[in-house]
């Protein structure tokens, strides 16, 4: 069967009957003619009823209803060549009908997995068919679709106001979009770059705080932050705790809002700060004045929090966040190598320097410190080999350091660059699709893209002389790329998800 549906022209052994006609011949032997997109292909009866649920398969018995079954079924169909006509892929089609001779259906490369599954779904070709490396493919690009859906119903949530909300709710999404959305006008935008000017001005005064040239001395002689530092971090304090409790009010979700990661960030920024103050001006009541200021350096520490606020107003970082994120298989690959290595190189730097008189491998634990640093190519100098065998021993441990470093570092890049450069492009479809949406809104749904049988109906005719071409030829004028049309009549214009060829 396979021979004979691979030959493009040729009479076969039995044709279908007249539409209408009522003929008891054996289906297996009918043969099918099918045209799909300009592409002729010969099907026999025996092989489309493997699977009689398919659409190619219902073919075999159409001409028994009559033109209304038949049409139905497909989009032209010419009685004088005995030829269906179906305005589809015909790169697709060479995929699904892949099913009736393997039994699979494997997606050709080039092909979008969306418009993919339209076919299949146009051709009664279940999904279960689809090979597994195929059917990853496609929920990739579903969840793509998702987010992309996702973001257009962001953006028209805050283009969109709704009269039945009251006065409050209609201020907390204009605080929300205002500190949220720094790109929904200048004035956000202004104050979220005071917001990372004020988070680099507090690491530099905590930095700088710790110069002894710029401290003071207290009325007990000890060191302490210079006021005007202190000044300088209370008022950055307080813009992050005046941002934070107004991002928290103004929040859809305060559950969600509290647990995000970045949201925990901001309170670990601003937290020390006020239980620092707290401890200074009534802990001295309750516990000694050396414990109290052990905790309130040990709190000053946790100050460093605050720069990875930098982190919201980077898209840079989040990205680098979600590479490594994604990355966890290769960061434990290394972590694994250097863990192999740093066991094996100590114990043989141990056992050879044992030797030595002078030797500063004391134990194989310490020589761990030494491994470490080695082969991460940092070599302080605090300990090293003496021996001939312990510097050569060093020497491979350096080659193999690097060699395990450098192998994971491939995929955490692409992991990086694959991600930020798939958020340009949903950012870019998003916009696109809001766009579409605005032109069909201002034309009323006339001027939808591609070309539907309406628009086919008002082409100029054809000059006296010309015969006035098909249905089918039409369908050529719709579109220079694939036309994908649905059969019933509300759907004949190409939706986008069909156009992202």
């Not at 790169?91 to 418009?115: L, Q, R, S, T």
Request: glycine share 6%.
């Amino acid at each position: 069967s396979s021979a004979r549906a691979g030959r493009m022209d040729g009479s076969g052994e039995r044709s279908l009957p007249e539409p209408g006609s009522q003929s008891s011949a054996a289906s297996d032997d009918i043969e099918i003619v099918v045209n799909v997109g300009g592409v002729r292909q010969v099907l026999y009866g025996d092989l489309l009823s493997q699977y009689p649920e398919t659409r190619l398969a219902e073919l075999i018995n159409c001409l028994a209803g009559g033109y209304d079954t038949i049409f139905s079924l497909c989009d032209d169909y010419d009685p004088g060549k005995r030829e269906f006509y179906f305005d589809r892929d015909p790169d697709a089609f060479k995929c699904v009908i892949e099913v009736y001779y393997f039994g699979e259906v494997h997606m050709k490369k080039g092909i979008c997995p969306i418009c993919f599954k339209n076919e299949m779904d146009f051709w009664k070709v279940d999904l279960k068919f689809l090979d597994d490396c195929c059917k990853s493919h496609l929920s990739e690009k579903r969840e793509e679709l998702e987010e992309i859906a996702r973001r257009v119903q962001l953006i028209l949530d805050d283009l969109g106001v709704d009269a039945a909300e009251g006065r409050w709710r209609r201020c907390q999404k204009c605080v929300w979009k205002f500190l949220e959305k720094p790109e929904s006008s200048c004035p956000a935008r202004v104050v979220a770059v005071l917001s990372f000017l004020l988070i680099l001005v507090s690491s530099v005064v905590m930095c700088m705080g710790t110069i002894p040239e710029l401290q003071v001395l207290d009325a007990e002689g000890n060191r302490v932050e210079h006021p005007t530092l202190e000044n300088v971090e209370t008022a950055c304090i307080g813009w992050f705790t005046l941002e934070y409790l107004l991002r928290l009010f103004s929040s859809p979700n305060k559950l969600h809002f509290a647990l995000s990661f970045m949201n925990i960030v901001d309170v670990l920024a601003i937290l020390p700060f006020y239980v620092s103050l707290t401890l200074t001006h009534l802990g001295a009541r309750m516990m000694e004045l050396t414990n109290v200021q052990q905790a309130v350096q040990a709190l000053r520490i946790m100050r460093i929090a605050r720069i990875f606020k930098l982190a919201r107003h980077s898209s840079g970082l989040q990205t680098l966040t979600y590479a490594l994120k994604r990355s966890f298989k290769e960061l434990g690959l290394l972590l694994m190598y250097l863990a192999v290595g740093i066991f094996v190189f100590s114990a043989l730097g141990y056992t050879m320097e044992q030797s030595h008189p002078e030797t500063l491998f004391k134990s194989i634990p310490q020589s761990f410190w030494w491994a470490i640093i080695t082969m991460t190519t940092v070599g302080y100098g605090d300990i090293y080999p003496k021996t001939t065998l312990g510097k050569l021993n060093a020497a491979i441990s350096f080659l193999c350091g690097v060699i395990a470093i450098a192998l994971p570092i491939h995929p955490i890049i692409n992991n990086f660059v694959r991600y930020y450069n798939k958020q340009r492009v949903l950012e870019t479809a998003a916009k696109h699709e809001l766009e579409l949406m605005e032109l069909n809104s201002s034309s009323g749904g006339e001027g939808k893209t591609g070309g539907s049988r309406s628009d086919l109906d008002n082409l100029p005719p054809e000059p006296a002389g010309k015969e006035a071409p098909s249905c089918s030829s039409r369908l050529k004028l719709s579109h220079s790329d694939t036309f994908i049309p649905l059969l019933t009549e509300e759907k004949h214009h190409r939706t986008r998800l069909q156009s992202c060829k």
